[in-house]
């Protein structure tokens, strides 16, 4: 596999592990084969364990002594929750954002939501989406609070957003709710807005989990727990 220059080798096997799951191609239980990823990417050990290392942090695998690395379990409820951790952290942020909004920040964030509405495809959204977090998490998320927001979103991958993103529209109208209460200096709506694009983002990855034959279909599609 050709190396990607800019990555960390043991981001680039995070990511691969990810899609491994998000594609079906391991499931709950299974074993992570160290050697056969070392072979597809290219790579030494080292890297690989590093990304088991963070994976495991993250909640995505489990190690055995002496026995390797497994999946977690993966099912709708654990999507749910990945993503509802994902909402609290961002709403710690948006919501500082409102408690001193910087007219620089605002402006920055509405010229994003432009972007948004203009947007004609799933990949210049989410691009446009990605910069509005960002904004706010330079600004307002300390070294602590933006490592916890960096690894909820190894399992908000770019790239199946960019695939899979069914409708803007319920999104972008979550990022204009969260920009006014940030300009209202609302904290409490702010971290509504996050909390509710979260359990959004949630629905639409187990639905399209369940149309890929990921998961099986429950009947409803939202959190078990």
Not at 170 to 189: C, F, H, M, P, V
């Amino acid at each position: 596999m050709p190396k990607k220059y800019g990555f960390k080798e043991k981001d680039l096997v995070v990511s691969h592990v990810v899609n491994l799951v998000l594609t079906g191609k391991l499931r709950s239980g299974d074993r992570v084969d160290r050697n056969e990823i070392a072979r597809e990417l290219g790579l030494s050990r080292v890297p690989i364990q590093e990304a088991v290392v963070q994976l495991e942090h993250d909640g995505l695998v489990t190690t055995q002594y002496h026995r390797g690395a497994y999946v977690e379990r993966f099912d709708e409820s654990v999507i749910f929750e990945h993503h509802e951790v994902y909402g609290v952290l961002t709403g710690v942020a948006s919501a500082r954002a409102a408690a001193d909004p910087a007219a620089t920040v605002t402006d920055r964030l509405e010229a994003l939501l432009r972007v948004m509405a203009n947007s004609n495809g799933a990949r210049r959204f989410q691009d446009a989406a990605w910069q509005y977090r960002q904004v706010i998490n330079d600004e307002y998320a300390g070294p602590r609070l933006g490592a916890a927001i960096r690894a909820a979103q190894t399992f908000l991958p770019r790239k199946f957003w960019v695939n899979s993103l069914p409708d803007h529209d319920e999104l972008r109208q979550s990022y204009d709710a969260e920009t006014a209460a940030i300009r209202a200096g609302d904290a409490d709506a702010a971290r509504t807005a996050c909390a509710g694009r979260a359990t959004t983002l949630a629905r639409m990855m187990c639905s399209e989990l369940v149309r890929r034959g990921v998961l099986e279909p429950t009947g409803t599609v939202s959190p078990a727990y």
